[in-house]
């Protein structure tokens, strides 16, 4: 299949080029030169940009099929831009078994739509105590190893991990927090939480995780991917560690870059998520974090929750928001509320994840994977359960008109979602 | 940030879930049909046809006695059916859904849900979920907020102390894990009581605490000196020793009401407590049947206030 895109602003994160023009796939990749095309589409008055690449998205399978199917959230995906996405392991069972991860990418290869790029889990059943046999399930398909929402309390442990993976130049790929200080909590710890009684998460439950996991990065020399950045402190002590040369890049949840503690407003449970919404100072360190690089990217951390799950008491309440066809939308809102060019603001979802997830992607230049999407930035997207395509309706965003709307996504040279 | 949830569109009370953002008019409206309602309560023939053929239902999702009998004494006083139901037993233990639960009991024709739940802001999934002539009253929400309580906590301080323009009240002990102390607080600062003082250990005061307005002590004595009103508050047996607090024993030395601590206070002062006490944990029993205390007129009050909310939300 050869396509031909025509007429838009192409716009390539990697090299900085913003212009009208054309860009033309042929065999999977991008392409130099332009042959007769098989189809052609007209994308005058619209945007030509690498697929987005989402650092953090749950498909929910194997186990949570009545929360969401590879089949729902793929196609969530396509429609939300997302050509590539790293799934967690945090399914049932866990991805701690090379088999498992096998089947996942099978599934995934047979639908053809985004590419599934799995986290293997760093412990066996993400319990903190056992090391998975990385070898073997690198050798499977895991980019990475990880705990998902589980962190290793045992230190012991951690750091044996932490040698092993350094050993085999695995990279490893974890929250910063402490699970002793965020035991029972459900908010972040601060005036929301003491004015609605809710039982706190304190910001340093991030930072004293965060100190813990640089310091053995120093002693291991571990490839360390911080993920889910929640606080001001701790984007400090990342961007200390960036000036002193450390090999750690972060990511953040793009709602982090946009809601605070006080979008809980009357315990709305939608505002519930992992790590929680901190206060104001945070948020705008977050953005400003992203902004400057010292947060290489954003990610959906998408999580489908069904509605009973949420229509709960907030400390009984499901954490995790559907994020997969909200990260475009809330990816420029971000980059316009701190006025940057498009190829800045994509770059934090497109060549800056490429580089941390290790692939071809994220870049139009010739020869890169043919992952391109054509979207309409200031298209509105209402925000509603039937606009959705994810079964997660979840999201603290219900209601609201965004901006940024994609109409059509290709994967691998071939048109996998087409807005009608 | 949304409409007030436990307000109708006129801004009259539909629900009453928590102190917090209720405007002096309507806090005061209770008070002064709480007052009308103490002499009902001291009758002979102890009832009044305010309720009469309304359903108010009893929804304890947590076990208690004391709160759940005063409201019942108090919706049979306005002449309503009350149905007790211990959730905690039933339904919640078979698996049903807090708003399945309360959808099956709409269906039996509700006028009025009386609700404690552990969860903090449970009672306001409730009232979202209810239909429009149905109203939810908060019995106690986690640590979130326990209004009635709160309410004739401020009966009790105006009866007393007849306004809150000069006073010093102290609330001493647990604020961390304390429904009864948010409530109040957000009550007297709504009434304008020039100075609220929480008195505890860092272990049991929430982050922040300074944001809901009052001033922090840690050392008992400063805290109770020159102050009208003394509220302690329970301490959970859980919590009595752990990593929060090393013994009942300590904490009494440190924060337990004594004869000697109150001496510290205004002369006039009165001693609270929102029961059940731990004598010799929270205070001393000497204090707490001394000539300061009103621990029992309050649960006299208790009646009126909760007969007071009643009458206005149904009437709303």
Same mark, same amino acid.
């Given at each position: ?23 033309f ?14 189809r ?5 008055g ?9 650092l ?26 997302v ?12 991805l ?23 986290l293997?889990?760093?412990?066996v ?21 990880s ?11 951690l ?10 130049g ?28 809710l ?21 291991t ?6 993920c ?19 090999? %750690? ?6 709602? #982090? !870059?946009?809601?605070?503690? @006080?979008?809980?407003?009357?315990? /709305? $449970?939608?505002?519930?998520?992992e ?51 909200l ?20 770059a934090?979802?497109t060549?800056d ?11 139009l ?8 999407? %054509? ?6 997207? #209402? !925000?509603r359960?039937?606009? @959705?395509?994810?079964?997660?309706? /979840? $999201? ?25 | ?64 006695t ?10 049979k ?9 211990n ?25 009025l ?23 939810v ?74 944001s ?48 000697e ?25 000497s204090?707490a ?28």
């Open positions: 299949m050869r396509i031909l895109i025509r007429g838009g602003r192409v716009v390539d994160p990697a090299s900085g080029r913003d212009s009208i023009g054309e860009v796939l042929a065999d999977g990749k991008i392409a130099e030169s332009t042959g007769t095309p098989d052609t589409l007209d994308a005058a619209l945007v030509v940009a690498p697929g987005l690449i989402d953090s998205a749950r498909l929910r399978e194997p186990g949570y099929e009545y929360k969401a199917t590879l089949e729902s959230e793929m196609e969530a995906a396509v429609a939300g831009g050509t590539s996405l790293a799934c967690a392991p945090d399914t049932d069972p866990p701690d078994e090379p088999g498992l991860v096998d089947m996942l990418r099978r599934r995934a290869k047979a639908l053809a739509r985004a590419r599934v790029y799995p293997g889990a760093l412990t059943k993400l319990e903190g105590r056992l090391l998975t046999e990385m070898a073997e399930l690198r050798a499977s398909g895991c980019v990475a190893f705990q998902a929402n589980k962190p290793i309390a045992d230190t012991q442990v750091w044996r991990a932490l040698q092993y993976a350094a050993t085999f695995y990279p490893v790929w974890l929250r910063a927090e402490d699970p002793w200080l965020a035991k029972g909590g459900v908010a972040h710890d601060g005036e929301v939480a003491t004015r609605l009684g039982s706190g998460i304190p910001a340093f439950a991030e930072t004293i995780a965060l100190a813990t996991l640089l310091e053995l990065v120093r002693a020399g571990t490839r360390l991917h911080v889910r950045l929640s606080s001001a402190a701790g984007v400090e002590l990342i961007r200390a560690a960036k000036k002193e040369k450390l090999r %750690v890049t972060c990511d953040v949840g793009i709602h #982090h !870059v946009h809601l605070s503690e @006080l979008d809980l407003g009357y315990f /709305n $449970s939608h505002c519930r998520l790590p929680p919404l901190r206060g104001q100072r945070d948020r705008e360190a977050l953005s400003r974090g992203l902004a400057d690089g010292t947060i290489d990217c954003a990610v959906s951390d998408h999580t489908p929750v069904d509605e009973d799950q949420k229509q709960k008491p907030f400390d009984e309440a499901e954490p995790g928001a559907t994020g997969l066809e990260l475009l939308p809330l990816t420029l809102k971000w980059g316009e509320e701190r006025r940057l060019t498009l190829a800045q603001t994509l934090r979802v060549c994840a490429a580089r941390v997830l290790g692939v071809a992607s994220g870049r230049q010739p020869h890169a994977r043919g992952d391109v999407i %054509v979207f309409d930035p200031h298209a509105p997207f #209402h !925000v359960p039937e606009n @959705l395509k994810s079964q997660g309706k /979840n $999201s603290p965003f219900l209601g609201y008109e965004l901006a940024g709307r994609v109409r059509a996504t290709i994967v691998d040279g071939k048109i996998v979602y087409e807005e009608r | 940030m949304q409409r007030n949830p436990q307000l109708n569109a006129n801004g009259e009370l539909q629900h009453l879930l928590s102190i917090e953002g209720l405007p002096r008019e309507i806090l005061l409206q209770i008070l002064d049909t709480a007052e009308s309602f103490v002499g009902v309560t001291e009758r002979d023939i102890k009832k009044v046809p305010l309720l009469r053929g309304k359903s108010v239902f009893n929804l304890f999702f947590e076990p208690s004391r709160t759940r009998t005063t409201f019942e004494i108090a919706a006083r306005l002449s309503a059916d009350v149905i007790n139901l959730i905690a037993l039933s339904s919640q233990s078979k698996g049903e859904s807090l708003l399945d639960t309360v959808a099956n009991l709409s269906a039996m024709h509700a006028d849900f009386v609700v404690r739940h552990a969860s903090s802001g449970a009672p306001f999934l409730i009232a979202r979920a209810v239909k429009p002539h149905e109203h009253i908060n019995a106690g929400d986690g640590r979130h907020a326990h209004p009635t309580q709160g309410l004739l906590d401020l009966f009790t301080i105006r009866h007393y102390k007849k306004e809150f323009g000069g006073l010093t009240v102290a609330v001493v002990g647990d604020i961390l894990h304390s429904r009864v102390a948010r409530s109040l607080i957000h009550g007297l600062t709504t009434l304008g009581t020039p100075e609220v003082r929480v008195i505890g250990p860092q272990t049991l005061l929430p982050a922040g605490v300074e809901l307005g009052v001033r922090v002590f840690h050392d008992m004595r400063d805290g109770v000196q020159g102050a009208d009103v003394i509220v302690m508050l329970r301490l959970q047996n859980e919590r009595m020793s752990g990593a929060l607090l090393p013994s009942a024993q300590e904490f009494f030395m440190k924060y337990g009401l004594t004869a601590k109150l001496a510290l206070a205004h002369p006039q002062a009165i001693v609270m407590h929102p029961g059940p006490m731990n004598r010799g944990v929270e205070i001393d029993s204090v049947d001394g000539p300061h205390s009103v621990i029992l007129p309050q649960v006299t009050f208790g009646i009126a206030v909760r007969m007071a909310v009643m009458s206005i939300v149904a009437g709303n």
